[in-house]
Every structure is written in C-alpha cells, then in structure tokens.
C-alpha cells in the first residue's frame, strides 16, 4: 500500500476496547450512520494500493452482460471491507514498523450514462446534465484540445474513435502478482463465461481498454511524476460507520476545532460525495452550520452511489522541468523553489504558506501540521521576506508565500475569497468558504507509466516517446459543481479569484493567472495558441524578493482520454442493473 492509506485515511483500531492510539475521540451522534455494506469500498475508504488497473468494457449484447455482470457482484469490495481493513494494515504497520502483514485484492465497478441506458430503463432520470453528456461532449467546455469539430484529440480511451467505454472496473492490489491474477480471472471470464453447470454463455462484452497504473518507487513513494507528493489535502467526511457515536468515517484529531478530522481537514456532510445523504448547504453563513438537504440523484436506487470522473493525463515531465530550470535561471534561484511557487507544496508536501523559502520534509511528512493552514489573513514578516515554518499556523491573503495561482490554491482555494462570498462585507469570508467546500472531490488517482530520469535541477529528454501520467479518478455527487465548476471556473480561469487579489496588486496588476499545472488555455482548436500566464513571488539566492509574470508556451499535463460514470451501490447492482 501507498503512504496515501496514512494521509488520507486515518483510522481507529480495529476493534473497540482500550484504547492506545492517540485519536481524539469526539462521539458524533447526530451524525449518518453511512450504509458502508452497500456503498462500493472506492468511494469513501479508499483502495491506496501499490498496483491498481482500469479496465474498460462495452456492452454488446445486455442481457447476456446481466448474467455475467450478476456472476461478478461477489467480488466487488464494499466500503466496510475497504475501511475494517484499512484500520488493520495501518495498525500492523504501526506496531510492526513494516508492511506486508496483511494484503488485499479489490474490485470497484462504475458504469458510464450509455452503459446504463443499456441496463435499465429509467437512467434518463439522472438529473445530472454532464454526467448524461459524457465527458467527450464537455470536452472542448472543458478547454481540452479538440478538432475543428470539438471532438478531442489524441484520446487513447473514451474517445470517439477508441472504442466504447460503457463499464470501468477498477482493480487494486498490495502485490502486483495478485493484481495480474485478479485482472486475468476477470478477463477469462468475459471471453469463456459459463453458467452454474458449466454451460458456455457469452458475457455480452468487449474489451475496449485496460491499463496498469502503480505508485511509484522509492524515494517517489507516494508521489506524481513530477516529483510533488500527491494526494494530501482530502476533505474529511462526516457521518459514522456503525451504531456507536464514536465510530467515525472521519476521525477527530484536532483537539480545537471539533469540525475538522485532521488540523487543516474540514469535515463535509457526506451528501457531497455519496447519494441518499445530506449534502453541503450552499447559502450557510458559516461552515459550522452548513448541513443541507438529502441530495438525490433523481433516482431511489441511486442511493448509496456515487458519480466517478476519470481523466487520464499524460504528463511531460522533461518540459515542465525545463520550464522550472530555465525560470531558475533567470530568477537566480533554485528550480524546487519555483515548482514549489506552481505548486504550491514542496515535493515533501510540506505547503509554501508555512515555509515559503525553503522545503521542511518533516512538515511535509506531518499529517497533524501538513495541512493545518488557511490563505486568508496574515502573520507579518519576520526579518526578511516571509518567514518559514510558522507556528501557530500562517495564512497568506496577500499571495506571497503561496501565489494565487498555485496548483492546490486554485483548487481549492480554502477561505479565499471568491465570487461566492457575495462581495465586500464581514460575512464575505466565512460566505467564500461556505461555497468553496460545495465544489471538492474525493480523490483516489494513481500514475501510470516508468518514471522518468529527469529532475528539476536535471532536465532530461526521454531518448524515444514515453508515456506517463497519471490516471485521475475523483467522486462527487455533482460533476457539474464539483468536477466541471472546478476545472472550468477555478484551474482554467485566469481571472481567479480577483476577490481574493484585489488589494494585493504588484505594479497595478492583480497577480492571477492560469493554474499552471492543470489549467488549460482558452485557444483549444488545432493550432490554438496553448500560451498561460501567471505571476508568481519568491526570494532568490541572494534573499531579494522577487515576483515576475512567467509565460507556459505549452501544456504539460495532456488530456489523454476519460469518460464520466456512475458508481452503484451494492443493492442496485443485485436488484436492477441485472434484472
């Protein structure tokens, strides 16, 4: 398993009794007993293994698909399989200093909007408007290159000429042994399905695609190809995973602010990613009170599913580690320094607002501190430019130590100010967070492909073409608001968010621009101009401030393939997608 299973699920012993771990303990009463037996094991625990693979089916003949489907339900992991474990492989791992004591093999399965209009009658009652469109259809919305006729270009799956992709099975293992031997039984089942005597039968599929993805090695454990640890800032989900009130999904680790897992981590009502529960409340007047409506996806059996986007994101990882060399250069510093102002983290994980000068692993590496900090508002300098590691917690609404523009500001952009706070006013801030945290995913991506020998301080080309990147799969309740609203009005939006830069303008201009990792251009056609502008601040070697507009000629994060889905629960499996 991936150090992911410590960042992003932290979890009680295994069973109840004494206690010897140092989780605080907050019983919750009030809040949803999650029905974790039907909710697929993905969606709120997390698989976090080493090996996972995507493997893509179309649905030729559906009747046939229902029997085979039905013959596969046993072996899809439920939430309360994915998280008992989860609890146990970390608490061997705590009490042995090693991993490998316990291991498992999951299976998740999702099913695109023509996939379901194949199995059921009424999926034209999903109230989703892009989750029915399909992800090919909201590419060219999405600023994703696309041909003069909007269809999107160089897609390996999902794609107009790659095949169907009705059904995604996911498929994740501690051993890649054991992930090959899982990927090969379900593959000899599509091609030589049998009955319960043993007769033949066709599966009623085809396989369009399947694709590996794995953590990388040592010492990228845990990291994208880039060279940033990936997946730290997860929201925490409220609601519990059994009668008792002291059973959380979430556990309560900081003693100040009971509404939060981990310090940082601010807990969701689990609407936002799981139907059938109560969801965010758009119009609170602070995150304390947000608990909204039950949120539906138009359909009773929906509940306890969720809607899964996939992108799959070829990442050229020689060109945007020669654009931080190169920017080093003429800026007199350190390339890690600028990926670190694009990104806001340093490739520990440790965040610029806390130490904007220089990297802290043992920041980076705690999950009580590594996330334990907001942008608005201000701590004053300290001597020199910013000051580092700032305890209690920095904030940084001026954009110096983490620019606006940065990767995980521009995602989520905490209690900045945004356009959903109303405008001027003492409630503006309280009312941009409340807004905010109506558009997050449950992130559960993995890269694939070798690592590449290039680092920032040593661009290097790959001799021949090679393909890496990283295989995005995010839930959430709404792909409109959550997923779309993210891309298109946040990462994509270089005018975002001119509330939270007003007032902090170098030379006249509002240091905003693209999100320079994700962020796509508005020139998408063949032969757009892909150019992204973003100002960026730092010290260089010589401790001078310094804050420049830099200019991306060219994407280095390329859409490569996707599709939107739909993950059911257990019970709508069983009782309506193959009957």
């Known amino acids: 398993m991936t150090q992911q299973i410590i960042r992003e699920a932290p979890a009680p012993e ?16 009030n809040e949803p007993i999650l029905n974790v037996n039907n909710i697929q094991g993905n969606i709120l625990g997390g698989f976090n293994k080493d090996y996972q693979a995507l493997l893509f089916l179309e649905i030729e003949n559906p009747n046939a698909f229902k029997h085979w489907l039905k013959s596969q339900i046993n072996f899809i992991a439920t939430a309360s399989e994915v998280i008992a474990f989860n609890r146990l492989f970390k608490s061997a791992r705590q009490r042995r200093g090693r991993e490998g004591t316990v291991k498992a093999t999951w299976v998740n399965v999702a099913f695109s909007f023509e996939g379901l209009k194949k199995l059921t009658n009424d999926a034209d009652s999903f109230t989703d408007k892009s989750f029915k469109a399909g992800l090919v259809a909201r590419a060219a919305d999405l600023k994703d290159p696309v041909d003069k006729d909007g269809k999107p270009i160089g897609w390996v799956v999902g794609g107009p000429d790659n095949g169907k992709v009705d059904v995604v099975f996911i498929i994740a293992s501690d051993e890649r042994a054991d992930l090959l031997a899982e990927i090969s039984r379900i593959l000899e089942s599509i091609v030589a399905f049998t009955d319960g005597k043993g007769n033949a039968k066709s599966s009623g599929a085809r396989i369009t695609f399947l694709e590996e993805g794995a953590n990388l090695p040592a010492p990228l454990s845990g990291h994208e190809h880039f060279g940033n640890l990936d997946g730290i800032s997860q929201p925490g989900i409220r609601g519990r995973v059994a009668d008792n009130p002291k059973d959380l999904l979430t556990p309560r680790q900081n003693r100040e602010n009971k509404n939060q897992g981990k310090p940082g981590q601010d807990l969701l009502w689990p609407g936002e990613f799981v139907f059938g529960y109560e969801g965010q409340k758009d119009d609170a007047e602070t995150l304390e009170h947000s608990k909204g409506e039950v949120v539906s996806a138009g359909l009773h059996w929906a509940n306890d599913g ?66 334990d900090f907001e942008f608005n508002g201000d701590d004053p300098p300290d001597g020199k430019f910013f000051k580092n590691d700032v305890v209690p917690p920095s904030k940084d609404a001026t954009g110096l130590r983490c620019p606006f523009i940065a990767h995980t500001r521009k995602t989520y952009p905490r209690n900045d100010k945004t356009p959903g706070g109303g405008g001027p006013g003492p409630e503006e801030i309280d009312r941009s967070e409340v807004t905010t945290q109506t558009h997050r995913l ?3 991506g993995i890269p694939y492909g070798p690592v590449s020998p290039s680092t920032p301080n040593n661009p290097l080309q790959d001799a021949n073409f090679v393909d890496r990147g990283l295989h995005f799969l995010a839930y959430q309740t709404s792909i409109v608001e959550q997923f779309e609203f993210v891309t298109k009005f946040w990462a994509n939006n270089p005018n ?37 502008k973003f100002f960026i601040h730092l010290e260089d070697d010589q401790n001078q401030p310094q804050t420049k507009e830099l200019t991306a000629p060219e994407d280095w994060v390329i859409p490569t393939g996707g599709g939107y889905f739909f993950a059911p629960s257990i019970s709508a499996l069983k009782e309506v997608l193959t009957n």
């Open 442 to 444: 449950l992130r559960r």
């Open 306 to 371: 969720s809607y899964l986007v996939f992108r799959r994101l070829r990442q050229d990882v020689y060109k945007f580690h020669k654009f931080l060399n190169d920017i080093a250069v003429d800026l007199d510093t350190d390339p890690r320094k600028v990926s670190a102002k694009l990104i806001g983290r340093w490739p520990s994980g440790a965040p610029t607002v806390r130490t904007p000068e220089e990297d802290a692993p043992s920041l980076g590496n705690d999950d009580n501190a590594n996330n």
């Open 496 to 532: 975002f968010s001119e509330e939270a830069a007003k007032g902090h303008e170098f030379e006249g201009k509002l240091t905003l621009g693209h999100d320079p990792i994700i962020g796509q251009s508005e020139n998408n056609k063949p032969n757009g101009d892909r150019t992204r």
């Open 14 to 29: 295994p069973l109840e009794g004494q206690q010897t771990n140092a989780f605080f303990y907050v019983p919750a009463p």
